[in-house]
């Protein structure tokens, strides 16, 4: 029961990863942002033992700096200019 929270980030992870391999590297870039914010939510409301592999500090650490890294790179790859790609 621990890894499916895991399991669920890893799948949107690969999902980044053939985004990202199909060229659409934006919007595999903003799927590990939405990824990372997904893990700082599941870390703020799973106790430390379902969290599992996602609980590495303390509950406030994990969940801020999960919020920081998600926020910044679903920010980033908003404000990239798309060059007339649409």
């Keep these: 029961m621990a890894h499916i929270p895991l399991a669920i980030i890893a799948a949107f992870l690969l999902l980044a990863l053939i985004l990202v391999v199909s060229d659409r590297w934006r919007r595999g870039a903003f799927v590990v942002g939405i990824a990372t914010l997904l893990a700082a939510w599941f870390r703020l409301i799973?106790?430390?033992?379902?969290?599992?592999?996602?609980?590495?500090?303390?509950?406030?650490?994990?969940?801020?700096a999960l919020a920081l890294m998600g926020g910044t790179i679903v920010w980033l790859t908003l404000s990239i200019d798309p060059l007339g790609t649409g």
């Design 46 to 64: 799973l106790p430390e033992v379902q969290a599992g592999l996602l609980a590495v500090r303390s509950r406030p650490f994990d969940v801020g």
